[in-house]
């Protein structure tokens, strides 16, 4: 299991295929990856840039603890998780969520999984600028299925 | 008891400030408790809280030395 946070633009796809590498090529039968960017739109109004806020230290434990709980629900080889934190741009990548086990079913359920828990439970949050400059707080997440 | 107070996102920018140090006549409180004795009113609705960086609930107890962080509901992701 790897959590990692980033203050800096990441490339998700470049962190997946370093991932990967630590896994048993012969035994990852499935991969499931998730990968969330920053909108330039918000419930209809133009965003232009975003603040991702946490809580040193307990937003790690709390991916810790998420990630944890998945493996031990489903047969996983491999987790990784990372998210950005601090002044993100449009079209920036925000959260990967990648998940290899043996079997499709496990690698795409808890790739769901923690993904819904991280929106809900991880002490993240976001406020947004506009294009007039004005910030905002979003104040909840959009529905997840 | 002293209690070291963290305020995130929102409420940190309401309150003006990113936590304080609370010196506390009781060593009973729970966090609900600690709130209404720093702000003088019940917790907000939707008020989330953590007590040495775990999940927490106004009814968690406080003690001595405790760490305790109140924020608004988590939009990360």
């Known amino acids: ?145 | 008891m002293t209690v070291h107070v963290h305020y995130f996102a929102r409420l940190r920018e309401e309150l003006g400030r990113p936590g304080e140090e609370a010196e506390l006549p009781a060593d009973d409180l729970t966090v609900g408790g600690l709130w209404q004795h720093l702000h003088h009113e019940a917790p907000p609705a939707r008020l989330m809280a953590a007590v040495n960086q775990e999940q927490a609930t106004l009814e968690t107890p406080v003690h001595d030395g405790d760490e305790v962080a109140y924020f608004p509901p988590v939009t990360g992701g």
């Open chain 1, 1 to 145: 299991m790897t959590v990692e946070l980033h203050s800096g633009d990441f490339d998700p796809w470049e962190v997946v295929r370093q991932a990967e590498q630590s896994i048993p090529a012969n035994a990852r039968g499935a991969a499931s990856v998730f990968v969330g960017r920053m909108r330039d739109f918000n419930e209809d109004v133009d965003v232009t840039g975003l603040f991702l806020e946490h809580y040193p230290g307990m937003t790690e434990r709390e991916l810790e603890r998420i990630v944890a709980e998945a493996e031990a629900r489903w047969p996983l080889l491999g987790c990784h998780v990372a998210h950005r934190v601090g002044d993100v741009r449009p079209g920036d990548a925000l959260v990967l969520v990648a998940t290899w086990s043996a079997h499709r079913v496990a690698a795409r359920d808890a790739c769901s999984d923690i993904l819904e828990r991280l929106k809900h439970e991880a002490p993240f949050w976001k406020r947004e600028t506009l294009t007039d400059g004005t910030q905002r707080w979003v104040e909840k997440n959009t529905p997840g299925f």
